[in-house]
Every structure is written in structure tokens, then in C-alpha cells.
């Protein structure tokens, strides 16, 4: 940069770094320029100059050159100050960290820490650093530098630029003074200064403003924590001291903690002293105080370098609580019983002693086993078991092995530990005998659990503890189990499928639901239950209708009635009534009739033209209506009982109806038991098989046989 001559009034600015030489120079001439000829110059150029300046800027490098060139210049060494650029980050730096402060020379570097001091930024140690300086850079956690990036070393942390700094009010003080210029041009200075600083004071309040909003929300979160928490500095102060902890220690005043020697606090509690002072991590270790029990754990505050040691105290009596309320929650969220006997439809004998003997059962501990075809009720009542029992208020736990994958059963049973195996949670998972803990587990089609699986729940149910996959720790569980199937455990024993020893454990006590085939009086009123609405009972009631519901063998029992009863309901909601009695006849036939010859013939011979939607009368016995195979057999003891022959399966076979009707001797039993519990006939115990009884009687005659 080239100056220009002008008399009397020649400011020449010699500095050798070429870009703080233009930047000093743009700065001096903002204030000067109208009033004073700036030269500005690098120290090679200063002996071709030809005039002798009244005062020159100079460094502290290029000051002897200078002095020697114009001995008689007034010479200013230029001081300058810190920018207020990226003020902030420099107080954002966390406290003890190392940094390097760079300059092209030692003293700049200096003056700029000296500058930093001087603002009050001194939580960071800082070194001063300029080229060829051969420091140990090995701990340095940031580089601060004056806008020359090439003069720093390279490291690998941060660098904050924070800027050239400007020129100084010292050095405007020393031109106006030089040049006998009147004070007045310190005003646009100070303009500048208090704009610039005043920007970086806003930046700097931001930063603080931040910080402070940081360290109240760690506050609020270790408050809202109900943990005791306590926080500690390397000098032994306390620095943090949560609510909980206020409440738990009594101290009502935060300043009377705050910075108090823990030893002193604590000094009254031996045992949480000594934990404090071991120096060693703790997790969840186990302490008295004051002859309550707690779980105590440290930890490393490794955050900005600080050896701060956090510590969190846990009463086992907020973790009991705790744990009361996850189970709760749990419940809320699925492991629920919802059934109670109230639920369990049917006024036959049969249901209502397995009603009351499985009231008994509710009232103990032990395991019971409820056998029973698919859709009799074996889940409802190990709800209802559970539910008036003295674990109704935990959970039931519900898992089925038919569904359950071999390779996820353990898991599911019996949880796993973080890392267990591929795919498992982070966090690990509790299985369904921790999630049924004081509660009761359902294990449903127990049949199908595998023989490794057998094994461990063996295990458990002997020991009363599990361990979870991938894990070693014990872990004592308290489970009421119950078990259901529909297989036949004693077969599958004999095959090798099933272990003997478990099918003794979990059959202490037994429940065995029957079909609705053996509990005929059983199908009407559960239907009736189910159905919605004048017109779905109109139509269930029709004569054929009720008689096949009644006579069919309901192979899928409750669970298929319900879904015929949901068939009716949606044909009673059309209008054309004609099409209702259409539809359902023919539903009837395909799906009700299909299976049993005998039913078809008996729903064929009732589905008469004049049969309309008008119910049966209420008072009409579901007995009154009998299928024609059912009357076969009911002719065929009527016949041998005449012959004075035992009637027998055997001998019912033989007769002729049942030959022309094709009934095998396990399809003759099944129609003895249907017409036993219809108190038709009676079967005695020892061989003088099957009685027809006044009702049975009365049906064979009603039915138009001609008996004397
Ligand atoms: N006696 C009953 N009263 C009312 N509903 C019943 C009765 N028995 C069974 N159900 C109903 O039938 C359906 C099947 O019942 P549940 O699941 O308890 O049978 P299950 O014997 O456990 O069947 P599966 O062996 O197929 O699991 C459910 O909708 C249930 O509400």
C-alpha cells in the first residue's frame, strides 16, 4: 500500500505482517483520514521513503527499524484490544480447559491473554503460543487466534477465531496527541467501540443466559429424580443436593449445603461415609441408614474434565412402591383378568359343580389343571379362579404354547438378559413368570410345550426362582399356575411328549370342562345370551332351528355357538324377514348339518313350508325336542329292554334302526351320554346298562312309536 505526501501531517504505520498492516491501516484511517497523510508500509519498503513522518505506528518488531531509519519521528507502539468476536465461545469453553492463545509474537499473544483477564475470563488456562514456539501441545483442549489461521499449530480440538484485534484507545490517544488534534476524535472511537462491545456483551449474556438455563434444568430434572441425589467436587464440596435429598438429610436450606465438606454433613452416618470415601463405583449397593435399607450408587461426572462424583440413594421401601406401581401399570396395559363366574354361562349340573368346585380352588395356592375340548371355557375359568382368589389385585399372565414359537419360549417364560442373543433388547426383558410375580400365570395348551421347556418349568415350579436367558442372577418369583389343555397328557406321557413328573406337579388339582354336546340344556340359554334383539330370538327359536341348535354336536362348543348366535344377529337386522329365514335355514343345513346325517334329517323333516318367524312358546322343554338318531337309540333300549338283553353299546349296535342309521358303538356312547343328561335313560355302574327313565318314555311315545 502506497502512501501519499502531505505536509506537516505524514502518520506512517511500518508493521510487518502485511494483513495486521492493512487492517491497522483501514482502522487509522477511519478516524483520520480527513485530517492526516497514512502511510502505510511494510519494514522492507521504510528506506526508500524520502520525507521523514511526524510520528509513525510501529511493533514491537519493526520499532528498532523504524527508530533507526527516522531517528527523530515520534514513535507509537501499537497496542490493541480484543475484538468481541466469538466472545462467547471463548466463556462457553468449559472451565479448567486448556487453550492455546496464538499470535504472530509472543507479546501479542500475552497482551491477548492479558486482555481476556482483564474481561474477567479466567476459568481456562490459557498458554501463549506463536510460530516456531515449540511447546507440548499433548493436553490442549482448544486454540484461540487472531483471524491468522496459518499460524497456529495443528491440532485436533477446536479453534475459535475471536478475530484481529482492533486498534486500541490507547494508540488513537498517542495520534491525537502526536498531531495535536483535538479530542473530539476519540468520539467516533468510543461510537465504535461501544457498538462492538455492546454486541458482544448481548452474545455473552445469550451464552451465560444458556448456561444458567442448563444448569436449572439439570436442577429440576435430579429435583423431579425421586432419587436422593447428591452431587460432590474434587475438594470434597457438596455442589448439588437435589430435594429429595433436602427432605431425606432435613436440611431446609440449600446455602447451608452447598459448598459444605460432605465429611462434616455426613459425619453422623459411618456406613454412607466410608461408601462415599472408598473411591470405587458402586451400583445398587446395599446400606443402612438410620435402620432403614438402601441402595447406593456412584458415579463419574466425566463431563468437562471435573471430578465431580454423583451419588444417588434408593430406600427399598420407594423401590417396593415403585415396583407396586409398574405392576399396576402393567396390568392396566394387558395382564388382566377380565372374567368372573358371573361370565360362565349355563345353569347345567355339570357347570355348576365345576363352577363351585373351581370356587374352592380359588380359595388355595395350588396348581390346577383345566381339561376340556377347544372353546369350553378353560381360559374363562382361570380367569375366574384368579379373579377371587387372594392375587386378583396383581396380574394374570396369560402365554399359550400352541402360539408360542420353541425358540421364543424360553425368552418369553423366563426373560433375558441385555445381549442375550441377537436381536434382544438393550435393556433385557422380564419374562412372563417375573411379570406374573404375586399374580398367577396361565400356561394354556400346556401339551404343546416342548420337553426342554417341560424341564425348566419344572424347575420353576419346584424352586420358585428363575434365571433369565443370558443371565446368572436368581430371581424369586411367587406365581399361582394354572394350566389348561384339550390333549390328552396321560396318551401323551405313554408317547414320550410329555413329562410325568410335571404332569403330577401342575394337576394337583383338576377341573375337567365338558362339551356342550354333554350339557345339551347348556346350548339355549348361552345362546339366547348372545343374541340381540326380538327378531335374533325370534329366529333361534323357530322350531327346526332350536331343535338342530339343540342336537347339534357343537364340535368348537362356546366359541363356535358364539359365532352361529353372531350369524342370527346380523340376519335379524334384515328387513325382509322371508330372506332372514332363507339364509339361516340354509347356514343351518351347510354348517350345523354337514357333519351329522342325523341332524339333516330331523332339521329337514321340521323345516316346514308353514314355519314362520313366531318363537317357541317359553315354557316348551329343549328335551321336547329330540333328533332322530337320538329316538333310534332310545328305540333300541326300549326294544332290548322288552328282550330283557342288557342294552349295551354292543347290543344297541346290533338292533336294526341303529344299523340302518350307521351308528358306530363310539357314536351310540356318545348319544347314550346326551340322552343321560337329558334324564332320558340312565346308565347304571355295574353291567345292567342303559334304563329308559319316565322322560325317556314320554318322548319315544310322543315321538309316535307305539308303546304299550
Ligand atoms: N360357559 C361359558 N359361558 C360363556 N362363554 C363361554 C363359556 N365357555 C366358553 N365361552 C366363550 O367361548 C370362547 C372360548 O373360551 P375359552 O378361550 O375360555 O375356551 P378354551 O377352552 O380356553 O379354548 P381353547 O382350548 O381353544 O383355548 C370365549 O369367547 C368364551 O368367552
Redesign the pocket.
Known amino acids: 500500500m502506497e502512501g501519499y505526501e502531505r505536509e506537516n501531517r505524514k502518520l506512517l504505520i511500518c508493521i510487518s505482517d502485511p494483513t495486521i498492516l492493512e487492517f491497522l491501516t483501514d482502522a487509522i484511517r477511519t478516524y483520520f483520514e480527513d485530517v492526516l497523510d497514512i502511510i502505510s508500509i511494510r519494514p522492507s519498503k521504510l528506506f526508500d521513503l524520502d520525507f521523514e513522518p511526524t510520528a509513525a505506528i510501529v511493533s514491537h518488531r519493526t520499532v528498532s527499524i523504524v527508530k533507526e531509519r527516522f531517528p527523530d519521528t515520534t514513535l507509537i507502539l501499537q497496542k490493541r484490544d480484543l475484538s468481541g468476536q466469538a466472545l462467547e465461545k471463548v466463556v462457553s469453553l468449559p472451565d479448567r480447559s486448556n487453550v492455546l492463545v496464538v499470535n504472530q509474537h509472543m507479546d501479542a499473544a500475552n497482551e491477548t491473554i492479558n486482555s481476556f483477564i482483564e474481561l474477567g475470563i479466567n476459568h481456562i488456562n490459557m498458554t501463549a503460543y506463536a510460530p516456531g514456539n515449540n511447546i507440548d501441545t499433548s493436553h490442549i483442549n482448544a486454540v484461540i487466534y487472531t483471524g491468522v489461521f496459518e499460524d497456529c499449530p495443528k491440532l485436533d480440538c477446536p479453534y475459535i477465531d475471536i478475530g484481529l484485534r482492533k486498534i486500541s484507545l490507547y494508540t488513537i490517544i498517542d495520534i491525537i496527541r502526536a498531531f495535536d488534534l483535538p479530542s473530539e476524535y476519540t468520539k467516533a472511537y468510543y461510537n465504535n467501540s461501544i457498538q462492538l462491545f455492546t454486541a458482544s456483551c448481548y452474545q455473552i449474556h445469550n451464552t451465560l443466559e444458556q448456561a444458567n438455563t442448563l444448569k436449572n434444568n439439570f436442577e429440576k430434572i435430579c429435583d423431579i429424580n425421586n432419587n436422593i441425589t447428591f452431587v460432590i467436587n474434587e475438594n470434597n464440596e457438596i455442589v448439588l443436593f437435589n430435594e429429595t435429598a433436602k427432605k431425606y438429610f432435613e436440611i431446609k436450606n440449600s446455602q447451608d449445603i452447598i459448598g459444605a465438606d460432605y465429611k462434616e454433613v455426613f459425619s453422623s452416618l459411618p456406613e454412607l461415609l466410608s461408601c462415599i470415601s472408598a473411591d470405587i463405583p458402586l451400583t445398587d449397593a446395599l446400606i443402612t441408614i438410620e435402620n432403614q435399607k438402601l441402595l447406593l450408587s456412584s458415579f463419574e461426572m466425566d463431563v468437562d474434565k471435573s471430578q465431580n462424583k454423583a451419588f444417588t440413594l434408593l430406600p427399598l421401601s420407594t423401590l417396593k412402591k415403585r415396583e407396586g406401581m409398574v405392576r399396576k401399570k402393567l396390568r392396566a396395559t394387558g395382564f388382566t383378568a377380565k372374567?368372573t363366574f358371573d361370565?360362565?354361562?349355563?345353569s347345567s349340573t355339570l357347570?355348576k359343580q365345576n363352577k363351585k368346585l373351581a370356587n374352592v380352588y380359588a380359595k388355595t395356592e395350588f396348581p390346577v389343571l383345566?381339561t376340556?375340548?377347544?372353546?369350553?371355557?378353560?381360559?374363562?375359568?382361570?380367569?375366574a379362579i384368579h379373579n377371587i382368589s387372594s392375587r386378583r389385585e396383581s396380574n394374570f399372565v396369560a402365554i399359550?404354547f400352541?402360539a408360542l414359537p420353541e425358540t421364543l419360549a424360553e425368552s418369553e417364560l423366563f426373560g433375558y438378559m441385555e445381549g442375550a442373543f441377537t436381536g434382544a433388547s438393550k435393556s433385557g426383558k422380564a419374562g412372563m413368570f417375573e411379570l406374573a410375580h404375586q399374580g398367577t400365570i396361565f400356561l394354556?395348551?400346556i401339551g404343546d410345550a416342548s420337553l426342554p421347556v417341560q424341564a425348566k418349568l419344572l424347575r420353576v415350579l419346584e424352586e420358585k426362582e428363575v434365571v433369565r436367558v443370558g443371565g446368572t442372577d436368581v430371581i424369586p418369583v411367587d406365581v399361582r399356575i394354572i394350566c389348561?389343555?384339550?390333549k390328552n397328557l396321560k396318551a401323551a406321557i405313554s408317547e414320550g411328549s410329555f413329562r410325568e413328573d410335571l404332569y403330577y406337579r401342575i394337576k394337583v388339582l383338576h377341573l375337567r370342562?365338558q362339551p356342550l354336546r354333554e350339557r345339551p340344556e347348556?346350548i339355549m340359554e348361552?345362546i339366547s345370551?348372545l343374541l340381540v334383539g326380538e327378531q335374533a330370538h325370534a329366529l333361534a327359536n323357530l322350531p327346526n332351528i332350536r331343535n338342530t341348535l339343540i342336537h347339534y354336536d357343537w364340535p368348537g362348543?362356546?366359541?363356535e355357538?358364539?359365532t352361529v348366535a353372531e350369524y342370527i344377529n346380523m340376519l335379524s337386522s334384515l328387513s325382509d324377514r322371508e330372506e332372514a329365514l332363507d339364509m339361516l335355514n340354509v347356514y343351518i343345513e351347510n354348517n350345523l348339518c354337514a357333519d351329522s346325517c342325523a341332524t339333516a334329517e330331523s332339521f329337514r323333516r321340521e323345516l316346514k313350508p308353514e314355519n314362520n318367524l313366531s318363537p317357541e312358546p317359553a315354557d316348551q322343554s329343549t328335551a321336547d325336542y329330540i333328533s332322530p338318531d337320538l329316538i333310534v337309540v332310545l328305540e333300541a333300549i326300549f326294544d332290548l329292554q322288552n328282550q330283557g338283553v342288557t342294552a349295551g353299546r354292543n347290543s344297541i349296535c346290533k338292533t336294526p334302526g341303529a344299523k340302518k342309521m350307521q351308528l358306530t358303538e363310539s357314536k351310540i356312547k356318545n348319544r347314550l351320554k346326551k340322552l343321560e343328561a337329558m334324564g332320558c335313560i340312565t346308565v347304571g355302574k355295574t353291567k345292567q346298562g342303559a334304563l329308559l327313565t319316565d322322560k325317556g318314555y314320554h318322548l319315544i311315545r310322543q315321538h309316535g312309536l307305539n308303546i304299550k
Open positions: 372374567y361370565d360362565i354361562l349355563g357347570i383345566i376340556g375340548e377347544s372353546g369350553t371355557g378353560k381360559e374363562l375359568f382361570a380367569q399359550n400352541a394354556d395348551e389348561a389343555t384339550n370342562l347348556d348361552t345370551h362348543n362356546a366359541r355357538l358364539r
